[in-house]
Every structure is written in C-alpha cells, then in structure tokens.
C-alpha cells in the first residue's frame, strides 16, 4: 500500500460478467454488514482483527472489485444514484477503516478520506472526492465543506465529476445498503469519526 498516496482499495481485476452498479454496491455493503455481525463480540465490540483476516473480509474485497467494471452512467435516476452512491461511500468507509488499521478515529489517520479509494468503472474516487465531487454536483450545488485533498465540486467540476452523476451524500456506517426511494430526500454529510468500537 502506498503510505502518503491514494490508496485503491479495490485495485485488480473485476470478476467477469459484471453486475448492474445498483445491485453491486448494494451486495458490497450487504458483506460489510454480513462481517460485522459475524465479528462483533457480546458486547457489542467489534473485533477488528478477526474481521481482518476473515473469509468474510475477503468477499468484502471481492465484492469491492466488482465495482471495478460497473458503469454509474447506467444508474436510473436520480434515486438511484442516490442509493449507489451512499452505498458506495459508506463500504468505503468502513473498508478503509478495517484495512487501513484506523484504531481510533479516521481524523487521528492521515489524510484518510484523501487516500482511501475505490475504483468504478474506469475513475479512481476517494472518500473526499466522491462526497465533495460527485455528490456535491448531483445535489446541484457545492458542498459546504472544502475537500480537504484538493477534489473538485460542484463549483469546480472534474472531468470525472462531468461523467458521474452522483447524490447526496450521508455518514459512513449507515444500518444497511439504501435503496432507491421516490422520497429520498437531500441527506447531509455528518461524517463520523469514530467507528464501532472494538479490538485491533
């Protein structure tokens, strides 16, 4: 792993035969999900290093390249990008999390949502620039917040921010993968910046 740099988190190949992006986002926080419920103790710490090691974890890193051959120009509407997009960030999140080995909080890892990323379709998108991009230009305005790792919004679209549309965006962790919903409203970011608490 690049240690100052961008990290893919999802970098291969992906699977032959693909997946609509609605359906692969949805299955990749459904396995996050599956893993952490398969890890968390009595108490209800989550033990992240059984976790990390897990049969359950690598189909965490499976599912994750699948996204490596999804088309989000192929989302139908608005809430549906919404959905793929929430599920996206949110397995992010928690994946980087877990691989990353953030013991504490993501502000004490630096420049955590700068470097953690994925790959979808042929773009390379980290935390900051899908939250402050993506979901920015979807909600039709800029974001509130600066990125703090230099991606664009709204204000300043990319050429990849062009060729997406994306959502709004919501805190990583969420209780499940989000679907699509005629009454999906403008949710805002409240990122967290601690996670289940645990073991490493």
């Given at each position: 792993?690049?240690?100052?740099?961008?990290?893919?988190?999802?970098?291969?190949?992906?699977?032959?035969?693909g997946r609509p992006p609605?359906?692969?986002?949805e299955a990749l926080q459904?396995?996050?999900?599956?893993?952490?419920?398969?890890?968390?103790?009595?108490?209800?710490?989550?033990?992240?290093?059984?976790?990390?090691?897990?049969?359950?974890?690598?189909?965490?890193?499976?599912?994750?390249?699948?996204?490596?051959?999804?088309?989000?120009?192929?989302?139908?509407?608005?809430?549906?990008?919404?959905?793929?997009?929430?599920?996206?960030?949110?397995?992010?999140?928690?994946?980087?999390?877990?691989?990353?080995?953030?013991?504490?909080?993501?502000?004490?890892?630096?420049?955590?949502?700068?470097?953690?990323?994925?790959?979808?379709?042929?773009?390379?998108?980290?935390?900051?620039?899908?939250?402050?991009?993506?979901?920015?230009?979807?909600?039709?305005?800029?974001?509130?917040?600066?990125?703090?790792?230099?991606?664009?919004?709204?204000?300043?679209?990319?050429?990849?921010?062009?060729?997406?549309?994306?959502?709004?965006?919501?805190?990583?962790?969420?209780?499940?993968?989000?679907?699509?919903?005629?009454?999906?409203?403008?949710?805002?970011?409240?990122?967290?910046?601690?996670?289940?608490?645990?073991?490493?």
């Amino acid at each position: 792993m690049n240690v100052l740099g961008r990290i893919v988190l999802n970098e291969g190949a992906p699977p032959a035969g693909g997946r609509p992006p609605a359906d692969a986002a949805e299955a990749l926080q459904s396995a996050i999900l599956a893993g952490v419920a398969a890890h968390s103790r009595p108490d209800g710490a989550l033990d992240y290093a059984r976790l990390r090691t897990s049969r359950e974890m690598a189909l965490v890193d499976e599912r994750a390249r699948v996204l490596g051959g999804v088309d989000p120009a192929r989302l139908d509407g608005r809430a549906e990008r919404i959905a793929f997009w929430i599920n996206v960030y949110n397995a992010l999140a928690f994946h980087a999390v877990v691989r990353l080995r953030v013991r504490r909080s993501v502000r004490l890892a630096w420049n955590f949502f700068g470097r953690a990323s994925y790959r979808i379709g042929p773009h390379r998108l980290s935390l900051d620039e899908i939250e402050h991009g993506v979901l920015a230009a979807t909600a039709g305005a800029p974001s509130r917040r600066g990125p703090r790792s230099g991606a664009a919004t709204a204000a300043s679209p990319s050429p990849w921010t062009r060729s997406i549309r994306g959502s709004t965006s919501r805190s990583a962790a969420g209780p499940g993968p989000v679907r699509p919903s005629p009454s999906t409203a403008r949710p805002r970011s409240t990122r967290s910046s601690t996670w289940p608490r645990g073991t490493s």
